[in-house]
């Protein structure tokens, strides 16, 4: 029987919401990732843990605090209603903010860890060679540390398809809008739809397990490269 | 702004100074010697930038690169630097290494041809391949060649064959020496290996803990006898020479200085080339008269200047002049007292062995 049409349209959401995620988080990611690996600052230890945080809290705790604070009463919706776009919680982008935010350290730790590796040395080497500081970023730094970035986009994506516990605190349950595959696994089982809900799941682990096997075999490859 | 290196430094960090001010030659290899700790790496690493020195003043042949209004970043300073492991790009290719610096200096400032380098460093078989294919000789010629193609006013070599066996180094001499002979590129050179220095330096700057503790022409630094225990047991001078003339017969060369000449095993070199050789102190002996009837093949005639004692116990270091070229001698404190050498007394040098430097 396959997928209905509901099913169709969870999976389109899902996929939709972790690419921009993905995206969005490489954008802001790799310059935290870069401050955190070259800082001396004592703020390194609390914003390093501040990232960490959703790899430890329940989800529920973030989502329950994203909701205070995107809600009518809280800084962020006081801001999201002045400037006209209305109030994020139960809309796309009010998921895209709170996957953002559980998603950071799969994506921040992996580029930080990538630029910690390669050291000093090469970028001091391109300077000598007369390579600006952002000259030296782009022609030393990314094209060295692309292995880090692919584990940190894969791990990105991956882990926002695979979040429930902040998408139902945040999102609800709305077709098109903020029911992912997660959600939608959930309402059948609810519904007692056991296949459906079989053909969702068995998705699910298969795509989870095929992208966890590319990156260990990519790893091992660059590894011994 | 006068020619030459300045370079006035007063750094700390943590338990370490670096405090040094120091006026060298703007043309030629000019050593930084001393042992590790000393402060070599530290002060090469300020003049070119990499390491912050507040109050510091830096020029380089009449262009300030750190005064106190200004301080040009690293990558604004018209320098090569050679780290003591190669530091490849290993996302790159051989070629796209050489280039990587090269693309980014003005046409207008290019006055070093990349053909030339190439040439220079023997480097063109390599271009085509993979940095991690490449030999640690190898590398390191490709780093080399890579400092040299941005066309520096300054180059700064911080052991760059510390990292690489006997058989490496002696691959990668030539190379230098020739640079030394073709470019017209100041260079600093980091090391503590007293043997290459010999060969390469024309000046050399002894540092120890922080501090510049002599400085000079090789020649003169090496023949210091207050110096002697920087050197540790590779005291000896380093004498250059022309070649003068080869004894086919009986397979010899005879090697013209100032002050005299000596008979070595057959050279490669033509007649009228130059060429430079060490004498370690331990290979001289001294005798009060002309040994006629001796297997010595080089005996000169010297003078005393200056005598010290060295450990072990019982060990004299003398220094001799021979018309103007300055020779070291260890003998024991027995043979001293013996001969009754002092200051001023004429003698003769029996040289055991000459290191030829090519």
Known sequence: ??????????????????????????LIGTPIAWWLAHTRSWLKGPIGAVVAL???????????????????????GHFTQSMGVGLLPF??????????FYSMPFVVQPIQNAFESIGERPLEVAATLRASPWDRFFSVALPLSRPGFITAAILGFAHTVGEFGVVLMIGGNIPDKTRVVSVQIYDHVEALEYTEAHWLAGTMLIFSFVVLLALYTYNRKTKRA | MAEGIRARIDLSLNDFRLDVDLNLPGRGVTALFGQSGSGKTTLLRCIAGLQATPDGLISVNGEVWQDERTIVPVHRRALGYVFQ????????????NLEYGLKRVPLAQRTVAQQDVIELLGIAPLLGRSCGSLSGGERQRVAIARALAVSPRLLLMDEPLASLDVARKQEILPYLERLHDDLDIPVLYVSHSSDEIARLADHVVLLAEGRAVAQGGLHETLSRLDMAGMFADDVGVVIDAVVAQHDDLDHLSRLDFQGGSVWVSRCAESVGQRIRFRIHASDVSLAIHKAEQ???????ACKAIELTNVNPRGQVLVKLDMA??????????????????????????QIKSVALLH
Not at chain 2, 336 to 341: E, F, V, Y
Request: proline fraction near 8%; aromatic fraction near 8%; charged fraction near 10%.
């Open chain 1, 54 to 76: 959703p790899l430890v809290l329940p989800p529920t705790v973030l989502g329950f605090y994203l909701l205070l604070v995107m809600g009518p009463n809280g800084p962020i």
């Open chain 1, 91 to 100: 809309t796309f982008w009010g998921l895209v903010v709170a996957s953002v």
């Open chain 2, 294 to 300: 001796s297997s010595f093949l080089n005996l000169l």
């Open chain 2, 85 to 96: 492991e190669a530091s490849l790009f290993g996302h790159l290719s051989v070629r796209k």
């Open chain 1, 1 to 26: 029987m396959g997928f209905s049409a509901a099913d169709l349209g969870a999976i389109w959401l899902t996929l939709r919401l972790a690419t921009v995620v993905t995206l969005l988080l490489l």
């Open chain 2, 324 to 349: 103007g070229t300055p020779l070291i001698a260890r003998i024991t404190e027995r043979s001293r007292k013996h001969l009754g050498i002092a200051p001023g007394r004429p003698l003769w040098a």
